[in-house]
């Protein structure tokens, strides 16, 4: 079975500040994780995942499979990154998405 | 190119009644999914699809049907609807090869059941 955990519904920061949102996983195999975001009015749609490597929006995140953990960072947060933030878990050869419970950004003035 | 387009909106439903959430998507994407959001829970998953006749469960299958006769489209059934079914329910594609769960969304159906 896969799982993805995010213990924190709600995070909250003030600008400039370092944001970083947690998430965890399990499963046995080799996973692939993802970063989702859903900005208020917006769709949910893809921030980043970890097989590309890359920071979009200024956050990364990197795969660290002895911890099963997937956080996302960014060290100076920005109103504009309020939003909710779902990580997905991808485990083995189907397509299916399992998503975590979400954590709720919010970035003070 | 529209992307995935849900319908309807918003829909009130009352107990025991039957309706149909239609998803269409027109990027040639195999893979199409339906997910419920619900708060504290995030989304799980409900049904989804690997291509036309394929179709597979999900998390929460009970309570909905879904079928999948042509590439493009996806509709999710509930056929006696109940209150647990109050939800918001997104329908989301993509590729099945190494765009493979680069999900794109649709912009959700809320449905209440009273």
């Known amino acids: 079975a896969q799982r993805v955990t995010q213990p924190e519904k709600l995070l909250s920061v003030f600008k400039g500040a370092p944001v970083e949102l947690k998430c965890n996983y399990s499963?046995?195999?080799?996973?692939?994780l993802f970063w989702y975001v859903q900005y208020s009015r917006q769709r949910l749609q893809l921030l980043l995942r970890?097989?590309s490597r890359e920071s979009i929006k200024g956050f990364t995140a990197d795969l660290n499979k002895g911890e099963t953990s997937f956080h996302l960072k960014k060290p100076f947060a920005q109103e504009e990154d309020s939003a909710m933030y779902y990580c997905?878990?991808?485990?083995?050869?189907?397509?299916?998405?399992?998503f975590g419970k979400g954590t709720l950004l919010t970035v003070n003035p | 190119n529209a992307g995935v387009t849900q319908t309807p909106k918003f829909q009130v439903l009352k107990t025991g009644q039957s309706m149909t959430l239609q998803c269409a998507q027109d990027?040639?994407?195999?893979?199409m999914s339906w997910y419920r959001q619900d708060p504290g829970m995030g989304l799980r998953l409900i049904h989804y699809?690997?291509?036309?006749?394929?179709?597979d469960q999900g998390e929460v299958p009970n309570g909905y049907n879904v079928s999948r006769s042509t590439t493009e489209d996806f509709p999710l059934r509930l056929l006696s609807a109940a209150p647990s079914q109050t939800s918001v329910y997104f329908c989301?594609?993509?590729?099945?090869?190494?765009?493979?769960?680069?999900?794109?969304f649709g912009a959700g159906s809320r449905l209440t059941v009273l």
């Open positions: 989301a594609s993509s590729f099945t090869g190494s765009g493979a769960n680069v999900l794109t």
């Open positions: 499963y046995s195999g080799s996973p692939e």
């Open positions: 970890h097989i």
């Open positions: 997905a878990l991808k485990g083995g050869s189907n397509y299916k998405l399992t």
């Open positions: 990027m040639n994407h195999e893979y």
């Open positions: 699809s690997v291509g036309a006749g394929i179709t």
